[in-house]
């Protein structure tokens, strides 16, 4: 194990890695923890040149598991990265990370895997999570890969595409009658009530050091140069805090020579981060904001990893920024219709903020930047069809007759 201790981002008191599982004692809930490596030992361990292309476990040696960590046979991770010179935006050099072709279609099977590694070690009977939606199905479906047991909390909102995965992956499924925060805070109780051990975003600590595999891979993908600048989008904070954690992993190997700046990109109706960095607010004091936004994966009104979160986007010089549901919609056709790559609205967010970025001159048409699409379009496919309709998209009915096939088509050039 490569990972030397557990760290309280709230007060700095440091933990072993036996020690605790969650957070810190001292602060509850809000006590997030860190991991910490010995980067000398893992320098003695590996190189760089040494490390193949191939899934999220190419980097274990930078993963809090042990020598005889046992993965789950899904393949998670070694997703392409693609140049987007068509979706462009003015932008000289963009590429587009897709997350969508996981195997539960999303970013969240990074941390999910991690999961499930981590309750193989404790020999977990059950595995919890509280999820919108995602981060639920990455779970159900890894831990169906090994055979473990699970039981979901997700609001009863979640889309049907989300909720049918849980359903034919064999979870234990519990729509919640309220938030995504009351959601997370039941799951809190009953894990700690029966026993389970709990994957919660925020809550566990190695959700990030999963997902943190995203930025190893762009560094490799782009032959280990940092980017300029990388475009998240954000609910809990857990991706961005790992997308740093990993950037930052390769600053302190020497493997990269510099971190990116970090945009993160808040939906204007779940906006909790970027409404405290625009206003200098605390994120442990700010009380939570409410929330509506048609991109259900970053509905989040207290992020669970804000102070990560934060971090990420005040120690490289990036910003926040907010996006308008319409902006949102509007960018599933302009991302989807120049890459080849289909989002959901919460990964369409992520380009949408490249745009609102680019307007207000955050970022240069000579940056290098890349743009994460975290999760797939056909999670949610009502959604999908409303941002073609209004983009005035359409199909045409045609009779069976070659006639109307013309037709249709001199109505379409018109
Ligand atoms: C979970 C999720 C996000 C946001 O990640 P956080 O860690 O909650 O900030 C963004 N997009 C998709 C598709 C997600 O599933
Ligand atoms: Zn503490």
């Known amino acids: 194990m490569t990972a030397s201790h557990l760290e309280c981002l709230v007060c700095g008191r440091t933990f072993g890695l036996e020690e605790v599982d969650y957070v810190c004692p001292d602060h509850g809930d809000e006590g997030i ?10 320098a003695n361990l590996t190189s760089r040149d040494s490390v193949e292309f191939e899934s999220m476990w190419s980097y274990r040696a930078l993963l809090p598991v042990g020598a005889e960590a046992a993965f789950p046979p899904l393949h998670v991770g070694g997703t392409p990265l693609y140049s987007a010179a068509r979706l462009g935006g003015g932008l000289e050099q963009l590429w587009i990370k897709e997350e969508g072709v996981q195997p539960t279609g999303s970013l969240k099977d990074r941390a999910s895997a ?8 404790r020999q977990a009977e059950v595995v919890t999570t509280a999820s919108t939606g995602n981060a639920a199905a990455a779970l159900a479906g890894l831990a169906a890969s090994v055979g473990q047991a ?13 909720i049918a995965q849980l359903l034919a992956y064999g979870a234990e499924v519990l729509l919640v009658d309220g938030t995504y925060d ?8 009953a894990g700690a009530e029966f026993g389970w051990y709990n994957r919660t975003t925020g809550f ?3 959700m990030s050091e999963g997902k943190k595999t995203v930025a190893h891979e762009i560094a490799h993908q782009l032959g280990w140069k940092a980017p300029d600048a990388v475009f998240v989008s954000v609910g809990d904070g857990c991706i961005i805090g790992g997308v740093w954690k990993g950037f930052h992993d390769l600053v302190q190997m020497g493997w990269i ?6 945009f993160g990109v808040q939906s204007e109706g779940s906006n909790f981060l970027a409404e405290a960095w625009e206003q200098g607010e605390d994120v442990l004091t700010k009380p939570p904001v409410a929330v509506d936004t048609v991109a259900d994966s970053i509905a989040a009104g207290l992020p669970r990893d804000r102070i990560k979160a934060m971090r990420a986007v005040t120690s490289t010089e990036g910003e926040y920024v907010t996006v308008s549901d319409e902006a949102i919609l509007a960018a599933i056709p302009v991302v989807a219709s120049t890459t080849g790559v289909f989002p ?10 490249v745009d609102a970025a680019r307007a207000r001159g955050l970022i240069g048409s000579k940056d290098r930047v890349v743009v994460i699409s975290t999760g797939t379009g056909l999670k949610d496919v009502p959604s999908a069809m409303r941002a073609v309709s209004r983009a005035g998209v359409k199909a045409h009915h045609v009779s069976t007759e070659l006639e109307s096939v013309a037709a249709a088509l001199k109505e379409e050039n018109k």
Do not use: H
């Open 204 to 206: 566990n600590p190695y």
């Open 114 to 121: 991690m999961a499930i590694v981590k309750a193989e070690e």
């Open 150 to 162: 699970t039981v979901i909390f997700v609001p009863a909102t979640a889309p049907e595409a989300k």
């Open 257 to 262: 020579s510099r971190m990116p700046r970090i």
């Open 182 to 189: 009351d959601a997370v805070d039941l799951c809190l109780r």
């Open 33 to 42: 923890l860190d991991a910490i490596y010995d980067y000398d030992r893992i």
């Open 344 to 353: 959901e609205p919460a990964a369409a967010a992520s380009w949408a903020g």
